[in-house]
């Protein structure tokens, strides 16, 4: 079996180790047997896409975002046919408030998005910034998720959320919820990176892609996760002592 | 006595007291005298700016340690009378403690600072020159974003500051257009030959095109241009050619002139940083000879690259912070042909950054085949994160020892029969240096 993932503008979608997401599927593949094949997607070298298993959207600085945005706008539609076809999405941070409809800004202006989900972000005031613990509905093994947030923006939506926030913000920091799941999209907050301490979700990622590319029900064979499972209980043990998050200063 | 000499000399009488009673505790007093001497006068910094003569400053993400270091040095072997924040305590508390702790009348004064907060140093002690070394992502969840962080240092610049900068960061190149009196210096050649694999493009800072490189150095350190014309300022003082023999040995340019310079330390990075130190001692208009001299002779201290000898081999302490500098340190160790044992040390403090996503960024992929390292051993509040990023880049797990507790962990990598590399962030840094003090007295 194989797999192709797309690395969206890693040299301008590149903040916070979120490569590191990339790295964990990869091998993770890989260990088992699987083929991956990494494609960067950049400005300098357009790719079809039409062939992704998975796409990955990171997150970059706002004048990053700025320089890639009217690239990217090209392939919205594409993007959006994608989606619903059932192509993995794993966005994150940035990556996440792009695939919405608009961002609106610390000054108040309106910064369109990909629109390819129904929902929007909008600055307020304060960062929200810590170690987070999310508990997930989605069926797999650990139920809990953690990872770190970093974001100035808030965003409100009414799909189902990645899961439910046990400490830390989340999406906005007030309803609870952390992530966006629409079919076999999934936007969150979370680095860390998001995989390297949650090998259960990006199993679920390899799997949900496979199963689409191959049109065939898998069960990947099992990785040893001591390493990942350790790092994830030893934060997790440190998210719960820290107490509640307080609101960072706004830039 | 008015009102604020009373406040000022409350403060420092104050801050005094506190570094006494902490000294005498053993307690690491490099920051909360001069907190509290701030906390009594919030001016404190504006003031003792009156009692020096000529103030420089020094930021950036890398190597203000070291430059700051360098030129203190210098200026302190010319005879004058110096002051500085000599260890790295580089926000607003740090400057204050180096002033508690030694009070007076001064010829110079030669202050690090931290690149989040210079605007608010700046301010206080208007200082005559101000150098920068480069800007690389650094604990970001305390700024944002690079971007934000290099125009609130250009924004707050006043026209009457001599500016000293490295013309081979584009980012720092941006200061060009300012209109203040500026000195570039830079190394108008590749150094280290081989691959380097740079993650991230470079876009110019002023059109927004990919910047086109002729050559790297170190991380976006190198030889740029863009077709709108930007490019690496015309050097005031440059290197174009090195080498690494026990020592750099190389020669500095400027005006036409050349002066051969020796410098201890490894590592391309501190080849920028014995440039930038040089040339804000020329620009001060020190001789060129004796700056050179000086230089050649200096030993650093402070876990920057700090050597111990322990049971006859050398135990050596670095400083890592961000992925640049891992980087550079992890080719460091790879040119040294001798067997060796690794400890990572990885906290996640506030000043370490809480979030230690960034080692996804640094390219362990490098030491996979381990080559003469024997053993990885890793540790701090964040080790189990150093171990799934060394597994993910596959080094053999076989050799990777987790150890918690920070002193079992030094404990535990100088029991080989091998030199010890060690490589703390920030907060493990002063105890690691500690740890290792007390067990080099002891010899056992």
């Known amino acids: 079996m194989e797999l192709k993932i797309y690395h969206m503008y890693p040299d301008l979608l590149n903040l916070y180790g979120d490569r590191g997401n990339i790295i964990v599927l990869e091998r993770r593949s890989r260990w088992r047997g699987i083929r991956v094949e990494v494609v960067n997607f950049t400005r300098e070298e357009e790719r079809s896409l039409e062939d992704a298993d998975i796409i990955f959207l990171g997150g970059g600085s706002d004048r990053e975002q700025e320089l890639l945005y009217s690239h990217l706008s090209k392939f919205k539609n594409l993007l959006k046919e994608l989606v619903e076809a059932g192509v993995f999405v794993l966005a994150v941070c940035g990556g996440y408030q792009l695939l919405g409809k608009y961002y609106i800004d610390a000054y108040g202006n309106k910064i369109e998005g990909l629109s390819i989900l129904d929902f929007y972000t909008k600055a307020e005031k304060g960062r929200l910034i810590g170690n987070i613990l999310v508990e997930t509905n989605l069926p797999i093994g650990l139920k809990t998720i953690v990872g770190f947030e970093n974001h100035g923006g808030r965003t409100y939506h009414d799909y189902t959320p990645l899961g439910k926030v046990i400490r830390g913000f989340g999406n906005n920091g007030k309803d609870n919820k952390e992530g966006l799941i629409y079919k076999n999209v999934i936007g969150t907050y979370l680095h860390g990176p998001l995989l390297s301490k949650n090998p259960h979700l990006a199993d679920y990622i390899i799997n949900k892609a496979l199963e689409r590319k191959y049109k065939k029900e898998i069960s990947l064979a099992p990785l040893k996760d001591y390493e990942e499972i350790l790092a994830h209980e030893r934060v997790k043990d440190k998210i719960l002592k820290e107490g509640k998050p307080k609101i960072g200063l706004s830039l | ?444």
Not at chain 2, 300 to 314: A, D, Q, S, V, W
Not at chain 2, 354 to 372: A, H, N, T
Not at chain 2, 430 to 439: A, D, G, T
């Open chain 2, 1 to 444: 006595m008015n009102l604020r000499r009373f406040r000022f000399y409350t403060a420092l009488y104050a801050g005094k007291l506190v570094y006494y009673l902490m000294k005498i505790l053993n307690l690491d007093a490099t920051t909360f005298p001069g907190k509290v001497a701030l906390n009594i006068y919030p001016d404190f910094l504006k003031e003792i700016s009156s009692k020096i003569k000529t103030r420089i400053l020094v930021t950036g993400t890398n190597g203000k340690t070291t430059t700051n270091n360098l030129i203190n040095y210098v200026i302190k072997r010319k005879g004058y009378r110096v002051i500085g924040n000599l260890e790295g305590a580089n926000l607003k508390s740090g400057i204050a403690t180096s002033y508690v702790k030694n009070s007076g009348i001064f010829d110079f004064a030669t202050f690090e600072v931290d690149e989040g907060i210079f605007p608010y140093v700046y301010e206080d002690l208007s200082p005559h020159y101000v150098v920068i070394t480069n800007f690389f992502r650094d604990q970001l969840d305390r700024y944002g974003e690079i971007d934000i962080t290099v125009n609130k240092i250009l924004n707050c610049l006043k026209e009457n500051t001599i500016l000293v900068l490295n013309a081979d960061d584009p980012f720092v190149a941006r200061f060009s257009k300012l209109p203040n009196k500026k000195f570039f210096f830079g190394i108008g050649t590749k150094i280290r030959e081989g691959v380097e694999e740079i993650k991230e493009s470079i876009y110019c800072p002023i059109c927004g095109r990919k910047l086109n490189y002729d050559f790297f150095n170190y991380s976006q350190l190198g030889k740029y241009s863009c077709k709108c014309g930007f490019k690496n300022p015309d050097y005031d003082f440059y290197i174009s050619s090195a080498i690494f023999n026990k020592e750099w040995n190389t020669e500095i340019f400027e005006k036409g002139e050349k002066y051969n310079l020796t410098f201890k330390y490894p590592g391309v990075y501190n080849l920028y940083n014995v440039l930038s130190a040089y040339s804000l001692l020329r620009v001060l208009n020190f001789d060129p000879l004796e700056i050179s001299k000086f230089i050649s002779e200096f030993e650093f201290r402070l876990g920057r690259l700090e050597k111990f000898i322990y049971k006859g081999f050398e135990r050596i302490l670095v400083l890592v912070k961000n992925p640049a500098g891992y980087n550079q340190v992890l080719d460091t160790i790879k040119d040294d042909k001798e067997n060796k044992v690794l400890l990572l040390i990885l906290n996640d403090n506030i000043a370490d950054g809480r979030d230690v996503s960034w080692i996804w960024d640094v390219d362990f992929e490098k030491i996979k085949d381990l080559g003469e390292i024997q053993k990885i051993v890793v540790s701090g509040t964040r080790g189990e994160d150093l171990l799934v990023r060394l597994k993910y880049a596959e080094v053999p797990l076989e050799k990777v020892h987790l150890e918690r507790d920070l002193k079992k962990a030094i404990d535990y990598s100088i029991s080989f029969p091998y030199k010890t590399y060690i490589l703390p962030t920030y907060t493990a840094l002063f105890r690691s240096r500690k740890i290792l003090m007390r067990k080099v007295k002891n010899g056992a």
